[in-house]
């Protein structure tokens, strides 16, 4: 190993090494991150060979994870329904798009967050009504489903639609026609699904919360994808591509120091490519020079989120409010209504309380929760 500015692994300074699977190695201005048996398949290395135009846009240096994108972008062709698995914010709605964008179908893709759905008019959203159906009903709607019709139905956390949704759901993807409330006749739609949830939704189907035959009809082809603090060989690819999209004028022409390189590579992104886009944008916005230093990225991850005990699930008493440390708890509901897209629901349940105290603490902290609604 040889370099002007020297050689380290995992921080020490080397001449020669003997290398362990994910150990990082600094040589001059590189960072790279050894995996011991990275191309042992050669099936899996040729993976890495795929034409541009067969993934579109979805870039990864993982030979597993390139295999997975390429089937989905063969299976995007045909009408087979698509279910993507995954953590809040590993990507599913850009996959979601790109599986359209492969589909050559005419219509829209409708974008659909089951979880910011209104209870009560929650069938009227997704399969429209007819005027008079209830009182405020004074013209026809077509709903979310007839919107797609010719194209995609992108139904994002799936696993948050109540039971009779689910029922109604699974007549529109058995018979191909949707029923409008207050309607007599059914209307025929052609459509594809993609779904996307973050729950365990098999899991959920054997605890009666999910439809058996609705999961079935979903899951014609099911795609998990990585979260980031398991996919680290692909930070350059996916920085690159975020500095890109950025809206701060110059961000897609900043580089790094060596310092912020091994900071982003050190990072567990429990909140994943969504908090890194975040951490990026703040970055690029302090950058007052051509390089991002790691003063510019400020932590945002919450570590592991681990899912609240059932004895945690009770609401909390006055006292609780006044002595958690205001400025945290606001940080937390923030990160976690960007997590959940603005859901009340979710947040609570990761917090282990009320939807009332989380909109008690929204309206104390003056949360604006319809901007995280994206």
Same mark, same amino acid.
């Given at each position: 190993?040889?370099?002007?500015?020297?050689?380290?692994?995992?921080?020490?300074?080397?001449?020669?090494?003997?290398?362990?699977?994910?150990?990082?190695?600094?040589?001059?201005?590189?960072?790279?991150?050894?995996?011991?048996?990275?191309?042992?398949?050669?099936?899996?290395?040729?993976?890495?060979?795929?034409?541009?135009?067969?993934?579109?846009?979805?870039?990864?240096?993982?030979?597993?994870?390139?295999?997975?994108?390429?089937?989905?972008?063969?299976?995007?062709?045909?009408?087979?329904?698509?279910?993507?698995?995954?953590?809040?914010?590993?990507?599913?709605?850009?996959?979601?798009?790109?599986?359209?964008?492969?589909?050559?179908?005419?219509?829209?893709?409708?974008?659909?967050?089951?979880?910011?759905?209104?209870?009560?008019?929650?069938?009227?959203?997704?399969?429209?009504?007819?005027?008079?159906?209830?009182?405020?009903?004074?013209?026809?709607?077509?709903?979310?489903?007839?919107?797609?019709?010719?194209?995609?139905?992108?139904?994002? !956390?799936?696993?948050? @639609?109540?039971?009779?949704?689910?029922?109604? /759901?699974?007549?529109?993807? =058995? +018979?191909?026609? %949707? *029923? #409008?409330?207050?309607?007599?006749?059914?209307?025929?739609?052609?459509?594809?699904?993609?779904?996307?949830?973050?729950?365990?939704?098999?899991?959920?189907?054997?605890?009666?919360?999910?439809?058996?035959?609705?999961?079935?009809?979903?899951?014609?082809?099911?795609?998990?994808?990585?979260?980031?603090?398991?996919?680290?060989?692909?930070?350059?690819?996916?920085?690159?591509?975020?500095?890109?999209?950025?809206?701060?004028?110059?961000?897609?022409?900043?580089?790094?120091?060596?310092?912020?390189?091994?900071?982003?590579?050190?990072?567990?992104?429990?909140?994943?490519?969504?908090?890194?886009?975040?951490?990026?944008?703040?970055?690029?916005?302090?950058?007052?020079?051509?390089?991002? !230093?790691?003063?510019? @990225?400020?932590?945002?991850?919450?570590?592991? /989120?681990?899912?609240?005990? =059932? +004895?945690?699930? %009770? *609401? #909390?008493?006055?006292?609780?409010?006044?002595?958690?440390?205001?400025?945290?708890?606001?940080?937390?509901?923030?990160?976690?209504?960007?997590?959940?897209?603005?859901?009340?629901?979710?947040?609570?349940?990761?917090?282990?309380?009320?939807?009332?105290?989380?909109?008690?603490?929204?309206?104390?902290?003056?949360?604006?929760?319809?901007?995280?609604?994206?």
């Amino acid at each position: 190993m040889g370099s002007r500015n020297g050689s380290h692994v995992n921080d020490k300074r080397v001449t020669k090494a003997a290398l362990r699977d994910g150990d990082f190695i600094e040589l001059g201005h590189v960072i790279l991150r050894y995996r011991a048996g990275l191309l042992s398949s050669p099936a899996a290395g040729a993976d890495l060979d795929l034409p541009p135009s067969e993934v579109g846009d979805l870039s990864t240096l993982v030979p597993s994870l390139a295999e997975n994108l390429y089937a989905l972008t063969r299976i995007a062709r045909a009408h087979i329904p698509v279910l993507l698995l995954g953590e809040s914010g590993t990507g599913k709605e850009v996959l979601a798009r790109n599986v359209h964008a492969h589909s050559g179908r005419a219509g829209p893709l409708v974008a659909v967050n089951c979880g910011a759905l209104t209870a009560s008019l929650l069938e009227s959203q997704l399969f429209g009504h007819v005027k008079g159906a209830f009182t405020g009903a004074v013209r026809d709607e077509p709903g979310y489903v007839r919107r797609a019709d010719g194209g995609t139905l992108f139904l994002d !956390e799936v696993g948050d @639609l109540p039971l009779p949704a689910q029922a109604a /759901l699974l007549r529109v993807l =058995e +018979e191909n026609e %949707v *029923a #409008p409330v207050g309607g007599t006749n059914p209307i025929k739609v052609d459509l594809r699904v993609v779904a996307a949830t973050h729950k365990p939704l098999d899991k959920m189907a054997l605890r009666g919360e999910l439809r058996v035959d609705l999961l079935a009809r979903l899951s014609g082809h099911r795609h998990t994808l990585t979260p980031l603090r398991e996919r680290l060989e692909d930070m350059g690819i996916l920085v690159r591509d975020l500095l890109r999209r950025s809206k701060v004028p110059g961000a897609s022409e900043l580089g790094f120091t060596i310092q912020a390189g091994k900071w982003l590579l050190s990072q567990p992104w429990s909140l994943n490519i969504r908090e890194l886009s975040q951490v990026l944008g703040v970055a690029a916005v302090l950058a007052d020079g051509p390089l991002i !230093e790691r003063a510019h @990225l400020v932590e945002r991850s919450l570590g592991p /989120l681990a899912p609240p005990s =059932e +004895e945690s699930v %009770v *609401a #909390p008493e006055p006292e609780e409010e006044r002595e958690t440390a205001p400025d945290a708890l606001r940080g937390r509901i923030v990160a976690l209504l960007e997590k959940h897209r603005g859901n009340v629901s979710g947040v609570a349940r990761d917090m282990g309380k009320s939807r009332v105290q989380i909109h008690r603490w929204i309206q104390r902290f003056s949360i604006d929760a319809d901007a995280y609604r994206l």
